[in-house]
């Protein structure tokens, strides 16, 4: 227990910011608001999205792109990478979320070996695969479609129960599901 408010309220944005803003398509940018971003760009970002302040959400896009101007694709985070793509398809930006995803998607071995070594990166990493997927679907790509959804079921071929929904439709996209059936039973 903390008794005093305004330490509470430092607190409870410390621990709640990084997992409210990669929870966002879940839960809904709204549940940022009153969290203190403290300079967390993507927080930012997010919280421009949940007031509907689109100036206010490019001009910190902007900024951020302006600042990896010299990185390699793999440079920026994997999640951070994921939560910009959904906000731009998120406000009906579908070119400017594929080109945001096939940056990195396109430049995998830039990735680095760190993508592996924290769950969070790898589940962003999947995820953006299967929001690739779910854009070319969408935009009648189904090439892409095909090749990102069949990425999706062969990696998360053993996910939880509560993905597999979401694995069989990315499946889906590829017309079969030989390689994820392959991978579900130890093939």
């Keep these: 227990y903390i008794p005093d408010p305004k330490r509470r309220v430092i607190?409870?944005?410390?621990?709640?910011?990084?997992?409210l803003a990669v929870a966002m398509p879940c839960v809904g940018a709204s549940a940022l608001l009153g969290i203190d971003p403290a300079k967390d760009k993507l927080v930012m970002l997010e919280q421009a999205l949940a007031v509907h302040d689109l100036r206010a959400f490019h001009a910190i896009y902007d900024s951020l792109a302006a600042a990896r101007s010299l990185d390699r694709p793999g440079d920026t985070s994997m999640d951070y990478t994921y939560m910009e793509s959904w906000m731009f398809s998120f406000l009906g930006d579908t070119a400017g979320a594929i080109r945001h995803l096939d940056r990195s998607l396109e430049a995998?071995?830039?990735?680095?070996?760190?993508v592996l070594d924290y769950p969070a990166h790898s589940a962003a990493l999947v995820r953006a695969m299967g929001l690739r997927a779910e854009l070319a679907a969408a935009t009648g790509d189904r090439a892409t479609a095909a090749r990102w959804g069949a990425a999706v079921a062969v990696l998360w071929a053993q996910a939880d129960p509560e993905l597999q929904p979401y694995v069989r439709r990315l499946c889906g996209f590829a017309g079969k599901c030989a390689a994820a059936d392959a991978a579900r039973s130890g093939r």
């Excluded at 607190?11 to 997992?19: A, D, I, K, N, T």
């Excluded at 995998?108 to 760190?114: F, H, I, Q, R, S």
């Design 11 to 19: 607190v409870r944005g410390v621990l709640l910011r990084r997992p």
């Design 108 to 114: 995998l071995p830039t990735l680095g070996a760190y």
